[in-house]
Structures are given as C-alpha cells and as structure tokens.
C-alpha cells in the first residue's frame, strides 16, 4: 500500500501527538498522518515516567528547558482542566539531607527566582512542620509543582486528533526511506508513505531515525533504565508534597524522589543504570543490537569514566534493596525495607555526545523536509504543548 500525506508524523508518544495536534489547528485541511510502531499511544518514555507537572526550579535560565517548562505548566494545566484529566497540585519539597547542602540548597534558590518560578525557602523547623516524616536540615518549596497521568493526557490528544480528521497508523514501523526533491518517502512495516514535511519524535531511537534520513548528528542514544518502588504498609498522609533531594551537582540525575500517585499512595525513585535494550523495562531484558550500539560508542565510556563513583553507586542499589533504600532514608527514615514494593521502571533515551558530554538540552536538527527531535528529555511531558509548537515553527519556516 502507498500513500501520500501533506505532514507524517513519527512516534506517538506526547510530543508527537501535540505536534500533531498543533499542525492540525495550523492547517485544518492539511493531511495529517501519524505513523506508529506500537498498537497504542504513550507505550514508552510517556506511558513510564512519574507524572510529575514539573514547575522549572533547576533548569538553566536561557535554556530551552527553562523556555519550555515556563510555558508548559500553565498549558498542561489548562488542557487537563478543559478535558477533565485529574491533576493535582500538590507542591514539591526539596530537601537538604544534611547543612552541607544548604549551599547547593541556596543555588537552586536562585535559579528558580532567575526562572521566574515561584519558590519559598523553608528553615529545618517549618520543613519539618510541613512534613512532620521527613528529615531535613533545611528546604524550599516549589508549591505550583503538580502531577498527573500523561498517558492519559496523550491519549487524549489522540482521540482529538483523529476526531478532526487527522489519521494515526499504529503497529507501523519505519524499515527505511530518504528525503527526495520534494518532500520524504518512508519505507514502513505496511506500506509506503510519502509526505511533503515529516517530523521525528522517535525518542529511545531517535539517533537511528536522523541517520537514516541524513541528519548531521553527532550523539547516541543511551538508554537508562530508572526502577522505581511502591510505597506500602504507609498512611496516606506519609507526605503531602513530592519530597526531592538536593540533587549532587557532580551527578548527572536528580536521585531517588518520593512521589505521590494520583490514585494514592507512593513510589520512589528512579535509579540511573544502563539499560540492556532500549525498551528493555526489566532487569535483565536485553536486545544485543542495542546494547552494542551503547557498549561500542566511545561517549559511553568517556561518561562512565567521568561519573564512575555514581555508576558504581546506581548499580549497586540497582541490585541492593538494602542499597536502594538507604537513598530513601536520608530523607525519610519511616520507610523500611518491606516497603518497598515492584512499581514498574522506565527507561530514559539519553543523548550523549562522542565526548562522553550529557547533552542536558532539548536538541532539534533540521533537514531539508524534516524535523528532528534528537533529545527530549525531562521536562518533555510537561513542555509538550510548547514544544510542538517550536516544531511546527520550525517545521513551517522550512523552504
């Protein structure tokens, strides 16, 4: 089966379906075809995260990061509130575990104000009256922090995408293709399509989709799998807020985070270990092409060489609980080991370049006929709506 479209969309996770989304509003009489290889939206990096509307507080003014939080959190709130998706805003405490911390504390502070967030620095004792159950030596307030569910944010976006007309081929899976003289043709699992514009969001193989279709890149994938516990045995109350450590600058994540769940109860988490497959969400899941793209690529091991003591310290708790939940009890000793219950994990498609430098940014590349979103990482979810309409501006200012 062949086909032509005026904008293919690849990947049908939130970004992909709030550039959808937005192409439609710009161009209602456009066709409009979103290709995925999955039977359902948000089956990866979307459907696995943990729901958290992040307000902006560590991103770097300028960013894009910073850019796009600033206008995503007003934009996710709004859509949820106009399509009746739960949300709550229930604020973030971000802990200094020890008065070490309160220097890296204090920075944070700064950044948020440089972001025009909202934020409120807490002493010891109010910390510890807002949260009677956690240890802390100081801490600010992040109170427009939120959560929701952004697989079902997406799934919304897809019935509203099809519901005016637009078209989502699922269980399609891009084999090839090359951009032409006028527009791309892509080789697929159930036929060809043939589009005017097209616009990658292919997150966990996103540096496969740019090569193939002659995008400059110079980066890879690195999938790491993040675990994440159930909290049990708990009051509902055990917190009100999202409690988040003070994040160690000389590592590359942000460390285990106590969250709450729309539907109640707790997970913490995530860990940061090398995953043994790109969409590989258990422990010992493994695919050797993509474990030899990470173990071959000589970025992987110039970012293990620089962060070996976190590497050592990921995996051990990886595959310690005992390890795992000393991470937790810094903040909160009322957890114990037979608390923690499986939550699922997800896996984060980070780019790193041949440097063995994480690239801490969105990055887009463009070619003559597409876009592509190379790295999109936290926070995507939050940021999809402006995102997609920096895509399409982009897309759109093409000739």
């Given at each position: 089966m062949s086909q032509t479209t005026d904008f293919a969309i690849i990947g049908g996770g939130i970004i992909g379906l709030a550039t959808a989304l937005d192409l439609q509003s710009r161009h209602p009489s456009a066709k409009i075809t979103l290709l995925e290889k999955e039977s359902t939206p948000a089956?990866?990096?979307?459907?696995?995260?943990?729901?958290?509307?992040?307000?902006?507080?560590?991103?770097?003014?300028?960013?894009?990061?910073?850019?796009?939080?600033?206008?995503?959190?007003?934009?996710?709130?709004?859509?949820?509130?106009?399509?009746?998706?739960?949300?709550?805003?229930?604020?973030?405490?971000i802990v200094a575990t020890d008065p070490t911390e309160l220097p890296r504390l204090a920075t944070l502070e700064s950044r948020a104000r440089a972001n025009g967030i909202q934020i409120e620095r807490l002493s010891a004792d109010d910390a510890r009256a807002l949260e009677p159950n956690i240890t802390t030596a100081g801490a600010i307030l992040?109170?427009?922090?939120?959560?929701?569910?952004?697989?079902?944010?997406?799934?919304?976006?897809?019935?509203?995408?099809?519901?005016?007309?637009?078209?989502?081929?699922?269980?399609?899976?891009?084999?090839?293709?090359?951009?032409?003289?006028?527009?791309?043709?892509?080789?697929?699992?159930?036929?060809?399509?043939?589009?005017?514009?097209?616009?990658?969001?292919?997150?966990?193989?996103?540096?496969?989709?740019?090569?193939?279709?002659?995008?400059?890149?110079?980066?890879?994938?690195?999938?790491?799998?993040?675990?994440?516990?159930?909290?049990?045995?708990?009051?509902?109350?055990?917190?009100?807020?999202l409690i988040y450590p003070v994040p160690d600058p000389a590592r590359p994540f942000l460390g285990v985070h106590l969250t709450r769940k729309l539907n109640g109860g707790f997970t913490v988490g995530p860990s940061a270990v090398l995953a043994g497959a790109r969409e590989g969400y258990g422990r010992f899941s493994l695919n050797p092409r993509d474990l030899a793209d990470s173990l071959s690529y000589p970025g992987f091991w110039r970012l293990i060489a620089r962060n070996a003591g976190s590497a050592v310290d990921e995996l051990s708790a990886s595959l310690i609980k005992q390890r795992y939940l000393k991470k937790v009890q810094k903040y909160c000793t009322r957890i114990q080991i037979d608390d923690l219950a499986p939550y699922k994990s997800g896996v984060r498609a980070q780019a790193v370049s041949r440097a063995g430098q994480i690239i801490d940014d969105f990055l887009f590349v463009d070619t003559r006929h597409s876009l592509h979103v190379c790295n999109a990482p936290s926070p995507a979810a939050t940021s999809a709506i402006p995102i997609a309409a920096h895509i399409a501006d982009r897309l759109l200012a093409a000739p």
């Open positions: 089956r990866h990096q979307t459907g696995h995260n943990s729901g958290v509307i992040h307000a902006g507080v560590y991103y770097a003014p300028g960013s894009l990061k910073a850019q796009f939080c600033a206008k995503g959190v007003p934009a996710t709130k709004a859509f949820c509130a106009e399509h009746q998706i739960p949300t709550q805003t229930c604020g973030k405490l992040s109170p427009s922090t939120g959560i929701v569910d952004y697989a079902v944010m997406a799934q919304k976006m897809a019935t509203l995408f099809t519901t005016h007309g637009g078209t989502i081929q699922y269980n399609t899976r891009i084999t090839g293709g090359a951009e032409t003289t006028t527009g791309i043709t892509l080789h697929t699992t159930t036929g060809q399509v043939s589009a005017a514009k097209a616009v990658f969001c292919a997150g966990l193989h996103a540096d496969r989709m740019a090569q193939t279709f002659g995008a400059e890149i110079d980066f890879r994938i690195i999938p790491f799998r993040g675990d994440y516990f159930a909290i049990k045995n708990q009051p509902h109350d055990l917190v009100n807020h």
